[in-house]
């Protein structure tokens, strides 16, 4: 299983790639990718005492899969955003590939998110606020985006207090 050594650190270039969809006959696979995900949270939960969400290929793997755990765990598979709102509102943001960094950002304040479910079901789930910025900042590393790249200014840096 993989643990918190395998996390991918800033710098690394697989950050920076676009992963592929899950495939439906990767099902199998994905609860393994799961537990990956899940070992990793935990550990740096306990390490840094935050983290909310994660996104595989920060465990380098490079599919479109994230999960989150804040009451309960929950996974997207493939995920899309839909009715993302024009209203936008600024936050310091946080990454697990940088734990010590905080970056201010612009997120829309809120969206639908549509994706499949451990089952291959269809979900969608409308979200605001910080769990809207959250998963915008977990859809951006399936696409090799991360929160450094989304920063509003030369300024918008600071280590974390
Ligand atoms: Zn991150």
Same mark, same amino acid.
């Given at each position: 299983m993989k643990s918190l050594t395998d996390l991918l650190q800033l710098g690394n270039p697989l950050l920076y790639e676009v992963c592929e969809p899950v495939l439906q006959s990767e099902l199998p696979l994905v609860a393994d990718w799961v537990l990956d995900l899940e070992n990793v949270m935990k550990e740096i939960r306990a390490k840094y005492?935050?983290?909310r969400a994660i996104a595989a290929p920060q465990l380098g793997i490079m599919k479109r899969l994230i999960y989150m755990n804040i009451d309960k765990p929950i996974i997207f598979i493939n995920p899309e955003f839909s009715d993302l709102s024009t209203e936008m509102f600024e936050l310091w943001d946080d990454c697990m590939s940088f734990p010590n960094l905080l970056v201010k950002v612009k997120r829309h304040k809120q969206l639908t998110i549509n994706y499949l479910d451990e089952n291959w079901k269809t979900q969608e789930w409308k979200v605001s606020d910080d769990l809207s910025e959250l998963l915008q900042h977990e859809y951006d590393h399936l696409d090799g985006i991360l929160c450094t790249m989304r920063a509003? =200014? =030369?300024?918008?840096f600071k280590w974390r207090p």
């Open positions: 005492n935050f983290g509003i =200014d =030369d300024k918008s």
